[in-house]
């Protein structure tokens, strides 16, 4: 599922449906840095880490209070 590249339309679909809590938190893992695609869908980082050729993130919603 790596090569199919659909992170950022995931991640931009769960942020404009809601289907993520205001305090949940997304684990992400992939073959590549995903940065760029978290960061223009409306969360965060939150935590991140990489274990051989895999990168794996936690995601939070910008806007958590």
């Given at each position: 599922?790596?090569e ?6 995931c ?6 449906q ?6 949940g938190?997304?684990?992400?893992e ?7 695609d978290i ?23 910008q806007?958590r209070?």
């Amino acid at each position: 599922p790596y090569e199919a590249n659909l992170w950022a339309s995931c991640l931009t679909l769960i942020q404009q449906q809601g289907w993520l809590d205001e305090d949940g938190i997304l684990y992400l893992e992939s073959n590549r840095p995903l940065t760029d695609d978290i960061a223009a869908t409306g969360f965060e980082i939150y935590k991140e880490t990489k274990a051989s050729s895999v990168y794996a993130y936690l995601v939070i919603n910008q806007d958590r209070q």
